[in-house]
């Protein structure tokens, strides 16, 4: 495969760039700091903290999320890696305001032990740090083991919610019991066509056959539940949803997704996948819960969290329940998710 | 010729070899990662090397422990993810062991590798069988420590054929951690790319200390 015509600076200083022009797109909302964070400009004071954070490459997740009624600030790594301890304190401590911090972030070794270096460091500054990891995707394990599953694109409404809660949370341990409902509720699959590229070098993050489809492939192209030959849309919306009913089945932690429920459905693209192919991938899923008596109460498409010109999509679902409704319904803001109070549906 | 203990410049002038090595090999490690993790493990570590020369070649040192704890916090502070902070742990613990030691010889080579081992499955949750860097280390270590006795050469060359062999024995392992832990027996047949960086740092420590 020839390199991609990728327009960019010093391959090496593409997420420092990014994040300054991601800086930049807030146009005053947001501040740079340290290295290369970035946190909202007026955090309340005592406001418990909502910091998140991973791998740059990915926008506009995940530090596009910072914002309104959405996360306080966004610890951002080098291309698909954990930002190192140092960048973790400095975001820590610009999101601080005495009430403690909670880091939110996807379920990667790297990530994990990164941020928990940071946070070593940050209680080192007398700085109280919990952690929520987000761990939705049913591809990577069984419902038993679903703490060792990889954090994929269901970090979207997942942040959504946990931002809203944050607003109002009274302490630390009531916005991580808050973070580990909305994870619980929120699983994900996805499938590849074709690889992204790591600009530093050009090269495709991994291979897979023209005619194939990965199933159940991490947004790093992490392999999934295997390769399918190349479908419709129709034949793989099916499949891909049967994952995630099959899981809210077999996890006793959950109810079973049943008749009367109402969800989040977030159809979105790993990046070369177009409006396009996501809406017809809406449109059957859409008859898939109908069938089934499932509400979705509101719905969000596009691509949010993607792996440069990585093909595939993926579903996220959040099943609702009266809390988590009402954390949906508040309004929020950012360069990722702009939404208005309430909810799209009758 | 061969050395047999090295100051602290010296053993500065072998991790700038080292540093040197690792960025030379950027594509054998791009390419190692691409075949079980997202291929980052190559550009990563060339970005932590970098950050290495510069912090080494701008000082002066009187503990041999203290060239490896600035080896572990530049790999760690500039790399990120899992291999900037297990690779930083590796050094910043084995380097802390050996602080107060004014040269390098087979007892601080394996206070080194044995105490930065220890750290690094602390760390990460890694043992012995699991396909990761610690695959390399941990038979590193144990040829180290049963080479005490012996002349650095001799045991910097068994520490690095231990290393390279545990490098060789992860290809037929089964990844259990990290993001290669999905591929399952497929990943059987690949090197982990960790257990490669450390096979070719300790071959470029031998290679310096034996010439």
Known sequence: ?346 | MAKEQLTPAETKTMMLKVADAIIEAEPILTDADRALGDGDHGVGMERGMNAVKEKLEASEYESVGKVFMDFGMAMMSSMGGASGAVFGTLFRAGGRSIKDSSTFGPQELANLITSGTESVMDRGGAKPGDKTMVDALDPAGTAANSATGQSLVDAMTATAAAGVAGRDASEAMIATMGRAKTLGEKSIGHPDAGAVSVAIMLNTMKDFITS
């Open chain 1, 1 to 346: 495969m020839s390199d991609l015509k990728k327009l960019i600076n010093d391959p090496l200083k593409v997420a420092d760039e990014l994040v300054e022009g991601l800086v930049d797109a807030y146009n005053g909302d947001c501040i740079h700091v340290g290295q290369r964070s970035l946190a909202l400009r007026n955090i309340p004071d005592g406001k418990v903290a909502l910091l998140v954070g991973g791998g740059s490459g990915h926008e506009p997740i995940y530090h596009g999320l910072v914002g309104k009624n959405l996360a306080d600030g966004a610890a951002c790594g080098d291309i698909f890696a954990a930002p190192p301890p140092g960048i973790v304190l400095e975001a820590t401590q610009a999101v601080d305001k005495g009430k403690g911090v909670l880091y939110l972030y996807g379920n990667y070794a790297g990530d994990v032990m990164n941020f928990d270096i940071g946070a070593e460091l940050a209680e080192d500054e007398d700085i109280d740090v919990r952690t929520v990891l987000i761990c939705d995707d049913v591809a990577s394990a069984p419902p038993t083991e679903k703490q060792s599953r990889r954090g994929v694109a269901g970090l979207v409404p997942i942040v959504k919610l946990v931002g809203a809660a944050s607003q109002s949370a009274s302490s630390l341990d009531e916005l991580e019991t808050a973070a580990k409902k909305a994870c619980l509720m929120t699983r994900s699959i996805g499938v590849s066509m074709s690889p992204g590229s790591i600009p530093a070098t050009g090269k495709p993050t991994f291979d897979i056959a023209e005619d194939k489809i990965g199933l159940g492939m991490g947004i790093h192209g992490e392999p999934g539940v295997g390769e399918i030959p190349m479908t419709t849309t129709d034949e793989l919306v099916p499949q891909m949803l049967d994952y995630i009913f099959k899981d809210f089945d077999a996890d006793e932690d959950v109810d079973a997704l049943s008749e009367g429920d109402e969800i989040i459905l977030f159809v979105n693209s790993l990046g070369a996948t177009t409006m396009m192919e996501l809406l017809i991938a809406l449109r059957k899923a859409k008859q898939i819960f109908t069938e089934r008596g499932i509400k979705i109460y509101d719905v969000i498409v596009g691509p949010l969290v993607t792996c440069q010109e990585m093909a595939g999509m993926s579903f996220s679902i959040t099943k609702l329940d009266d809390e988590l409704k009402e954390y949906w319904n508040m309004s929020c803001q950012s360069v990722c998710y702009t939404k208005l109070e309430g909810h799209q549906g009758a």
